[in-house]
């Protein structure tokens, strides 16, 4: 009995012992979870963002041109027209415009016998279309008088005529065709008689009337 006690008292004594070495335990074990991180507490370290890889440059458009598909073709000249041909006028100028015809229109005009016609006129490109030019003096004035005439041929009178029409002036009207302006002072008649062009000028045609005599005996005489 007294050995029973002894062991009970013993028993008694070491639960103290236990617990207290529970507790000291328990503690450690709380201690080492307050030591250990919580990775849900701690932020997650930030991803390092790799670098892009850099975007391929844009083709220089300033770069070598491509070569055209097809190369361009050059434009070939275009011809030059044909030369203007006259058909020949063999009426002389005293047949153009007979002396009566002249002494009709002024008494005091006559034949110059130093006539030659402005470069670049009527009367002188009519000469070199196979036509005339012929020349009168008013003896007393001193005014001259230039008139040529060419023929051409169906094909060519309408460049003839755009040749004219080229040089502008007013319409002569009056039943006449053609067209009267002034240069420098010289009045200047282009007027197409059938398949004839007759240029006229002079410092006496201050209008298309003044040079309407002549004009109208050139029509009479052309064959």
Do not use: K
């Amino acid at each position: 009995m007294h050995a029973m006690v002894t062991q009970e008292r013993r028993v008694r004594a070491r639960i103290p012992l236990m617990a207290a070495a529970i507790a000291v335990a328990m503690l450690a074990v709380a201690g080492c979870s307050a030591e250990e991180p919580d990775d849900s507490a701690s932020p997650s370290p930030s991803a390092s963002l790799a670098p892009s890889p850099s975007a391929e440059p844009a083709p220089d458009d300033t770069a070598s041109p491509e070569p055209n598909e097809e190369p361009s073709e050059t434009a070939a000249p275009e011809p030059s027209a044909a030369p203007l041909t006259g058909q020949p006028v063999t009426l002389a100028c005293e047949a153009l415009l007979t002396p009566q015809d002249v002494y009709d229109y002024n008494p005091n005009v006559g034949t110059d016998p130093g006539y030659r016609p402005r470069t670049g006129s009527g009367p002188a490109q009519a000469s070199e279309l196979s036509g005339i030019a012929c020349g009168w003096l008013n003896q007393t004035s001193g005014q001259t008088y230039s008139i040529g005439a060419a023929r051409f041929d169906s094909a060519e009178l309408p460049r003839v005529r755009a040749m004219v029409e080229r040089s502008g002036g007013d319409a002569l009207g009056g039943g006449l065709d053609g067209s009267y302006r002034v240069e420098s002072g010289v009045g200047i008649i282009d007027v197409f008689f059938g398949s004839y062009w007759v240029s006229a000028e002079s410092s006496a045609f201050l209008s298309p009337d003044d040079a309407r005599p002549l004009l109208d005996s050139i029509e009479r005489n052309l064959p």
